[in-house]
């Protein structure tokens, strides 16, 4: 007999396969990849800020630059005032080629495709990205592109995620979660900011409020910013901010909230100037090299950066001086625009970078321009002008992302000034406002929307977790009591029921106490429910339990979400038009049913309990269903015709071994089955003696 002894690497392989199935499979598997995500995102922000400095000492002699003006490259002296026209051409060169070659991707910002990946793709990346972002990236701000470095620092630490959970094949819906993990580890360990990155995770990029979620996103964030903080060091990010900046007086809120219409307003117009510049380049552009692009675009920003040098680079520094008031109101305006146009520039051409610093550079000079004419006109009493430049950053980025709780968390922990957080969440909230109300894109999704993506639009299982049963229910058209019933038999022949058979007009096959659902439980739940005991549907009860509300079955489940699916795109956290009800057969079509449906398994599956609820009986009603047979009365008549008796109200007719609505013009056939939700006689009589009773909840005596 021989044995048969596996190899080391056959025995490695199953040992790996084993690791990554715990990982897959386990909650505290989650939590160690986050671990890992989280210290790969740390290292990978660290890395990415050095290698700017590097390409930008490589191309000036200077690991920051443009906050000096004229001032040309150490390394290249004789070029003058030239350096600033050559060298965005030369990088454009070096970092054309690399994007057209190795990740196509990696050009623009970034933010959208890791939305759009966690949105639409399971949230897979492709692993070359990272190292081609982070390249292209550093050569294009080191070399005079007017970007920021949070863009590539999410698309770099969400890469990574992926690729790691790629490797160990997690499923999809941990994959987002992981992507969502590394973009919040980049923006925390790049800005010394864990709670500003755990909300940019959740809120734009996973796009998605849950416990899970939330708890596995903030582990990640913390790991990154201990490993980028012990070699970047512990201090806030804006240090150049000054200190002890607060409102001196409570009125002073109102120039806040005008300030916040404005940076709304320029919000939007950084947008609107950013999509409008990549139109350009693309109509004049058509048809040419793209791999030549940015170092042909880069002559236009080169000239730009001729008239506005301190438009080169990320541009930190320039903004501080500006906070600091070392420019005049003027200057801070051509600064504002200038950056907005830089930006777009760069972009535009082929570039690679963010636009969340950009947006921080606008909104600190703006608002520092409106700070100085309101201490202009107001006197000492307006506060510092600082104050507002603070309040500004934070309303254009709401504004531009529309992402209100990274834009205050961003603005407070960067500045490291909690004094700020009032003024910063006023600004905020008008901001954003403003944006919703003038805009349905943002700087982030319009570009997704270009491509005919729309991630604002709810998910198919996301439907489930936005309705409740209210929204689902055909409703009665007079809610029906819910009678005193206390300690009384529902069995026929004890109450009256006997004498309630012998009214119908038909044969009884099946009766039963019918089970209850709530108006204001979401549909995940009610569809476990229905599940159960709903082969015809289910009663809906008001949330205090004292009314009967209406009727809900599996098809108006299936219709509500179909019908929000294809309704009006709308953000998430924005309430969905109401569709006329004429219009759901319509909006339910085969296709977007099926979708549905399918919806409703996966809302099913992760609903937070998985096992349908303890049923809720409604006392003082009978669930009848009916034969209509050859010599009923009711055979030929319609629905709405029909004698029945008094507190006996239709609910469905089964046809053809298809549920239907109970259409008053139906016309009723041999063979139909009628289904009546009816008021006992004896709980009637108890109801006019004694009034309406709370139905008990789920899990009550």
């Known amino acids: ?154 698309q770099i630490g969400s890469a990574l995620a992926s690729a790691f959970g790629q490797w160990t094949k997690m499923p999809q819906d941990r994959m987002r979660i992981l992507i969502a993990c590394g973009a919040a580890g980049g923006i925390a360990a790049t800005f010394n900011a864990p709670i500003t990155g755990l909300f940019f995770g959740v809120e734009i990029i996973l796009r998605e409020f849950s416990v899970d979620a939330m708890f596995t996103v903030m582990l990640s964030v913390v790991i990154a910013d201990v490993v980028a903080v012990s070699f970047l060091g512990d201090h806030p990010f804006l240090s150049g901010f000054p200190d002890g900046i607060v409102l001196v007086h409570p009125r002073d809120y109102l120039l806040v909230a005008v300030l916040a219409v404005m940076a709304g ?13 990549e139109d350009l380049w693309d109509l004049w552009w058509k048809g040419r090299p793209e791999w030549a692009r940015p170092a042909v675009g880069g002559v236009a920003l080169g000239l730009l950066l001729l008239a506005l040098p301190q438009m080169y680079g990320v541009g930190y520094p320039v903004m501080y001086k500006a906070v600091a008031g070392d420019y005049v109101l003027w200057f801070l305006l051509v600064l504002a625009a200038g950056k907005i146009v830089a930006c777009s520039l760069t972009l535009g051409i082929g570039g690679s970078g963010g636009v969340f610093a950009p947006s921080l550079f606008v909104g600190a000079t703006s608002g520092m321009a409106f700070g100085l004419t309101a201490q202009h006109l107001l006197g000492p009493g307006a506060g510092q002008p600082a104050l507002y430049a603070a309040v500004a950053m934070g309303a254009v980025f709401a504004s531009a992302a529309r992402a209100p709780l990274t834009s205050v968390a961003s603005v407070v922990e960067m500045t490291g000034d909690y004094a700020l957080t009032l003024p910063v969440m006023l600004a905020v909230a008008i901001a954003t406002a403003t944006s919703r109300a003038l805009s349905y894109g943002t700087i982030y999704t319009t570009k997704l929307l270009r491509r005919g993506e729309d991630v604002d639009r709810a998910a198919p299982w996301r439907a489930f977790g936005d309705l409740k049963v209210a929204d689902a229910m055909r409703p009665f058209a007079a809610p029906l009591p819910v009678p005193v019933t206390a300690g009384h038999d529902n069995r026929e022949g004890t109450d009256g029921g006997a004498e309630l058979m012998s009214e119908l007009p038909g044969t009884v096959i099946y009766q039963a106490d019918p089970q209850a659902v709530s108006a204001s439980e979401s549909l995940a739940q009610a569809l476990c429910q229905l599940d159960a005991d709903g082969r015809d549907g289910l009663p809906v009860v008001s949330p205090d339990g004292r009314r009967v509300e209406g009727w809900i079955t599996n098809a108006s489940v299936l219709k509500t979400v179909a019908r929000r699916m294809g309704a009006v795109r709308l953000p998430l956290s924005w309430p969905a038009p109401a569709v006329p009800a004429a219009t759901a057969a319509t909006a339910a079509t085969a296709a977007t049913a099926a979708s549905a449906a399918s919806a409703a398994t996966t809302a099913a599956a992760v609903a937070p309990d998985r096992e349908p609820a303890p049923p809720r009986s409604l006392t003082g009603y009978r669930l009848i269903r009916l034969a209509v047979e050859e010599s009923s009365p009711a055979t030929g008549s319609r629905l709405g015709q029909v004698s029945w008796p008094a507190g006996a109200i239709p609910v469905s007719v089964l046809r053809d071994h298809r549920l239907r609505d109970p259409d008053p013009s139906l016309k009723l056939a041999a063979g139909d089955r009628i289904s009546l939700l009816a008021l006992l006689p004896a709980a009637s009589e108890n109801e006019r003696d004694g009034g309406a009773a709370h139905v008990p909840a789920r899990g009550e005596g």
């Open 265 to 277: 307003l320029v919000g939007l117009a950084f947008k609107a100037v950013l999509y409008k510049v």
């Open 1 to 154: 007999m021989t044995a048969q002894v596996s190899s080391p690497g056959a025995r490695a392989h199953a040992a790996f396969a084993s690791v990554a199935g715990l990982l897959r499979s386990t909650r505290g598997g989650l939590f160690m990849v986050a671990v890992v995500v989280g210290a790969g995102s740390g290292l990978g922000a660290v890395a990415f800020r050095y290698l700017i400095y590097f390409f930008t000492w490589l191309a000036t002699g200077h690991s920051q630059f443009g906050q000096a003006g004229y001032a040309g490259s150490s390394h290249v002296p004789w070029l003058g005032l030239g350096f600033f026209v050559v060298i965005p051409v030369l990088g454009g060169l070096v970092y054309g080629p690399l994007i057209y070659r190795y990740a196509r991707e990696a050009r623009g910002h970034g933010v959208p495709e890791v939305m759009a990946a966690v949105a639409d793709n399971g949230g897979r990346i492709r692993p070359q990205v990272s190292v081609v972002k982070a390249l292209a990236s550093a050569v294009c701000i080191g070399t005079g592109g007017s970007v920021g470095r949070e863009g590539p620092i999410v």
